[in-house]
Nanobody, 121 residues
């Protein structure tokens, strides 16, 4: 089994910064890619940032230049550094990993439990 544990959410004033972390543990053969998503009340879950196994990144237009996704391969941890936060960034943030737990199996998607980010104006 694979477990993802998120941390780092909280309440911050507009213009502030937060760093989210998501650590993967358990039966991990390889990681295909990882990403951060968010879901605001009454809205669909949306991709915020993605990082491929080759190191390529992709960001939602709304966060480009403000958010940075990175990883620590030794710790199997992905980070989301968020700066210049805006009230519209308020949402529950979820990490997602594409993980193969054995060489004979295809990758599966695993989700973190979600962490609340609230930006006050």
């Amino acid at each position: 089994q694979v477990q993802l544990v998120e941390s780092g959410g909280g309440l911050v004033q507009a213009g502030g910064s937060l760093r989210l972390s998501c650590a993967a543990s358990g039966r991990i053969f390889s990681i295909n890619g990882m990403g951060w998503y968010r879901q605001a009340p009454g809205k669909q879950r949306e991709l915020v940032a993605a990082l491929t196994s080759g190191g390529s990144t992709n960001y939602a237009d709304s966060v480009k230049g403000r958010f940075t996704i990175s990883r620590d391969n030794v710790k199997n941890t992905v980070y989301l550094q968020m700066s210049s936060l805006k009230p519209e960034d308020t949402a529950v943030y979820y990490c997602k990993y594409g993980i193969r737990d054995s060489p004979s199996k295809a990758a599966k998607d695993y989700w973190g439990q979600g962490t609340q980010v609230t930006v006050s104006s």
